[in-house]
């Protein structure tokens, strides 16, 4: 399994952004997908998860109301829409695959995923 995340890039406190993760190679039926951020000096941390069908999703209470995640199983392709930016938000973003996680969304601990992309920068302006 590969995963390609991208879309970061830099916006002012308050805009918007969606970044992807775009999954190939041998993918199974069902696993969920995980967005995590890290911030310099600072741990990973989980963000939100989607499950296989894309019906159930888990935010972070530091996102929920702002995030949202959504997945298109035709482009093997996972989103993160971001609204009302805040500085905070600026990490290095990365989607991992928790492959154990059958029809239920992932787990909230990096050690619930076993395959990582590469991640992509966000970062917020005041």
């Known amino acids: 399994v590969q995963l390609q995340a991208s879309g970061g890039g830099l916006v002012q406190a308050g805009g918007s952004l969606t970044i992807s993760c775009v999954e190939s190679?041998?993918?199974?039926?069902?696993?969920?997908i995980g967005w995590f951020r890290q911030a310099p000096g600072k741990e990973r941390e989980f963000v939100a998860t989607?499950?296989?069908?894309?019906?159930?999703?888990i935010y972070a209470d530091s996102v929920k109301g702002r995030f949202t995640i959504s997945r298109d199983k035709a482009k093997n392709t996972v989103y993160l829409q971001m609204n009302s930016l805040k500085p905070e938000d600026t990490a290095v973003y990365y989607c991992?695959?928790?492959?154990?996680?059958?029809?239920?969304?992932?787990?909230?601990?990096?050690?619930?995923?076993?395959?990582w992309g590469q991640g992509t920068q966000v970062t917020v302006s005041s």
């Open positions: 989607v499950n296989w069908k894309g019906d159930s999703t």
């Open positions: 991992g695959y928790d492959w154990f996680a059958d029809t239920a969304p992932g787990g909230r601990e990096v050690s619930d995923y076993d395959y």
């Open positions: 190679g041998q993918i199974a039926s069902s696993h969920a």
